[in-house]
Nanobody, 127 residues
């Protein structure tokens, strides 16, 4: 059974940082694209960041404009884990953050393109 388990969420003041982790089990995603999405109350789930896989660079990253320059996605294939380092957080970043995985290497920004999802971790940024 495939599982994605997020951790690292919490309450932080504006300007602070958090690091989210997503550990995959049940299959390896070392050659799959893995992404982070978030959903705020009353809003649709939105794309945050994705890291793909390729044989020459290991992965290409892509970010939503709203987090570019503040968030960094990375992966440790030996641990079947993907991370999201979030810096300079602001109240607009408050949401439940979800880890997601595709079965192929190329990245995508639509939630419909991801077949595996974690249960989510709450991030709350106070002003």
């Amino acid at each position: 059974q495939v599982q994605l388990v997020e951790s690292g969420g919490g309450l932080v003041q504006a300007g602070g940082s958090l690091r989210l982790s997503c550990v995959a089990s049940g299959r390896t995603f070392s050659r799959s694209a893995m992404g982070w999405f978030r959903q705020a109350p009353g809003k649709e789930r939105e794309f945050v960041a994705v890291i793909s896989w390729n044989s020459w660079s290991g992965g290409i990253t892509y970010y939503a404009d709203s987090v570019k320059g503040r968030f960094t996605i990375s992966r440790d294939n030996a641990k079947n884990t993907v991370y999201l380092q979030m810096n300079s957080l602001n109240p607009e970043d408050t949401a439940v953050y979800y880890c997601a995985a595709r079965t192929i290497a190329t990245f995508a920004s639509s939630p419909d393109e991801y077949g595996y999802w974690g249960q989510g971790t709450q991030v709350t940024v106070s002003s």
